[in-house]
């Protein structure tokens, strides 16, 4: 069982690049979320899905889109890199409708932009 | 949106010693859950509490939900090494995260 994984690992993106991360989970969860680590801060919500072709804004949403065309797969992009976003991405999914509201994360994309 | 307030930040403790932290909200949760993060990875689930006043066990690890349903903690009993890592409360259903108490572990 792989659980969530998250594509690709690391990279390195120049000011103005885009680029697309990908998540993919096993488990047939409904909800899907992506977030951002930053030192000192925890994790801060980008965006969130609550099922296949559904998506919604989180806490910090700005420059960032998102798609759900897969119940399986959340991708989140980036249309032009900005140093700011310089963090660690986590993809986690959940099955609050069965009344488990823990999430399963992936290990992350370490993203650098500069 | 809601203040979710962790402490403390960090931790720097003796193998076999006890740990407290705790996070509080300034609105009510419905769920409260605490993860363990260790280095390169992502965050893992630890416990989940559903219930105000709900205390938890899972080995070692003991976790209450308030009564109030704003605050919750966590208890490590006799620390291990391998509980080296950073710990984050969660609250429900607005999908927030503290921001972490990092723990180190003295052997």
């Known amino acids: 069982n792989a659980g969530v994984t998250q594509t690709p690992k690391f990279r390195v993106l120049k000011t103005g690049q885009s680029m697309t991360l990908l998540c993919a989970q096993d488990m047939n969860h409904e909800y899907m979320y992506w977030y951002r680590q930053d030192p000192g801060m925890g994790l801060r919500l980008i965006h969130y899905s609550v099922g296949e072709g559904t998506t919604a804004k989180g806490e910090v949403p700005d420059g960032y889109n998102v798609s759900r065309l897969k119940k399986q797969n959340f991708l989140l992009g980036l249309e032009s890199a900005a140093p700011s976003q310089t963090s660690v991405y986590f993809c986690a999914s959940s099955s609050p409708r069965t009344g488990d509201y823990g999430y399963t994360f992936g290990s992350g994309t370490r993203l650098t932009v500069v | 949106g809601q203040q979710l307030n962790q402490s403390p930040q960090s931790m720097f403790i003796q193998e076999g010693e006890d740990v407290s932290m705790n996070c509080t909200s300034s609105s009510i949760f419905n769920t409260w859950l605490w993860y363990k993060q260790d280095p390169g990875e992502g965050p893992v689930l630890l416990i989940a509490l559903y219930k105000a006043g709900e205390l938890t066990s899972n080995g070692r690890l003991t976790a209450q939900f308030g009564i109030t349903r704003k605050d919750s903690f966590l208890n490590i009993s006799a620390s291990i090494p391998s509980d080296v890592g950073i710990y984050f409360c969660?609250?429900?259903?607005?999908?927030?995260f503290g921001a972490g108490t990092r723990l180190t572990v003295k052997p």
């Open positions: 969660a609250g429900q259903p607005e999908k927030r």
